[in-house]
């Protein structure tokens, strides 16, 4: 089920790529901007993860506490030099997708052909090569991202399901959040 504007976020305990147990509720008092992508090889998320981290000093600054979660194992996500590189913020393997369901993030074939449409997917398939990322033949091919802003209080003040699977908030709208001004 999806979760709407204002609901309290459910909290999750889980382990980072790096053996850090990360529980959200350890983070209430801050602002929080929890991403679902969908593997460590997808381009489309890998591309919004390079914009992200263009913005990591001032999100820092900003006193944001970002979590990245992917359905790809730790294991996976720690072989990739790429991801082992998005320090400070905690990146979550969540292969049986547990959180991914308690946030309400779908698989769409629909929504996933949707994206042959309205994406540039050699462009985002350019736009990654030099990362070298590792392969992950167990992840789904229509798992659909989605991004949540919560506040302070743990309320969700934004609850975004992406329409295709390269749909993600702006860039410019999670700055906003953060209090960044471009």
Known sequence: MKL?????????????????EVKLSDYKGKK?????????SCPFCNRRVHQIMGNNVKLKNA???MIL?????????????????ISPWPIIGDPDKKIYN??????????????????????AKKDTKELN???????SMNLIPADFFIDENFKIVKAHYGKHLDDHVDIEELKAFAGILS
């Open 4 to 20: 709407q504007t204002g609901t309290t976020a459910p909290n999750f305990v889980a382990t980072d790529i790096y053996g850090k």
């Open 32 to 40: 929080i901007i929890l991403s679902f992508y969908r593997n460590v």
């Open 63 to 65: 006193g944001v506490q």
């Open 69 to 85: 979660l992917f359905e790809s194992s730790s294991e996976k996500l720690s072989s990739s030099i790429y991801h082992k590189g």
């Open 102 to 123: 308690q946030y309400g993030v779908e698989q769409s074939t629909l929504k996933m052909m949707k994206t042959m449409l309205v994406a540039n997917v050699s462009q």
């Open 133 to 139: 990322l590792p392969a992950d033949k167990d992840a």
